[in-house]
T-cell receptor
Framework: DQQVKQNSPSLSVQEGRISILNCDYTNSMFDYFLWYKKYPAEGPTFLISISSIKDKNEDGRFTVFLNKSAKHLSLHIVPSQPGDSAVYFCAARPLGYQLIWGAGTKLIIKP | DAGVIQSPRHEVTEMGQEVTLRCKPISGHNSLFWYRQTMMRGLELLIYFNNNVPIDDSGMPEDRFSAKMPNASFSTLKIQPSEPRDSAVYFC?????????????FGPGTRLLVL
């Protein structure tokens, strides 16, 4: 049973436009959410996070939104750049436990 | 800082053989994680060490898998005997502490193919 779901295996976006990556979760006890970015032949790297007490966190071109009632998390990238092409993993943490990961979404930025 | 170091980067072996994956965490980090990534299941946590002690090994798939951390700068993940379904990318990650909001730093991974 997947507690963290990224339903879109891939997403293609034009350079300069907004990229929106989505993540759904089932466990209302998750208290912390993260996005990691992964390039081919490299390990995932931390991108941005949000605590369950917030509904938005922004870092430069990256904004994460949390809708607790819908159990939905999204990552917005504005404007999208070619270097943003990567696999993006959503992860969630139940209080006191370790991360539970989504399967990832491959983002392709078209020139 | 060199980051998390994993070896080998690629491993091809035959079914039934023993496979040993190695990891050197970032110096000063006291938590270490082993993950497996497959197309079907995404990233799965296999085992988590804190201060060299295994804290949670509930993700280890079966007895064929074992992990050790003899000191703060080295960990191994062993598969014996290996099976084709073990083919995956195995990541090691470390973090400064074991707290729930500590950022994990990943190594480049070991791509394992069991024939």
């Amino acid at each position: 049973d997947q507690q963290v779901k990224q339903n879109s295996p891939s997403l293609s976006v034009q350079e300069g436009r907004i990229s929106i990556l989505n993540c759904d979760y089932t466990n209302s006890m998750f208290d912390y959410f993260l996005w990691y970015k992964k390039y081919p032949a490299e390990g995932p790297t931390f991108l941005i996070s949000i605590s369950s007490i917030k509904d938005k966190n922004e870092d430069g071109r990256f904004t994460v939104f949390l809708n607790k009632s819908a159990k939905h998390l999204s990552l917005h990238i504005v404007p999208s750049q070619p270097g943003d092409s990567a696999v993006y993993f959503c992860a969630a943490r139940p209080l006191g436990y370790q991360l539970i990961w989504g399967a990832g979404t491959k983002l392709i930025i078209k020139p | 800082d060199a980051g998390v170091i994993q070896s080998p980067r690629h491993e091809v072996t035959e079914m039934g053989q023993e496979v040993t994956l190695r990891c050197k965490p970032i110096s000063g980090h006291n938590s270490l994680f082993w993950y497996r990534q497959t197309m079907m299941r995404g990233l799965e946590l296999l085992i988590y060490f804190n201060n060299n002690v295994p804290i949670d090994d509930s993700g280890m798939p079966e007895d064929r898998f074992s992990a050790k951390m003899p000191n703060a700068s080295f960990s191994t993940l062993k598969i014996q005997p290996s099976e084709p379904r073990d083919s995956a990318v195995y990541f090691c990650a470390s973090s400064l502490g074991g707290g729930s909001q500590e950022t994990q730093y990943f190594g480049p991974g070991t791509r394992l193919l069991v024939l």
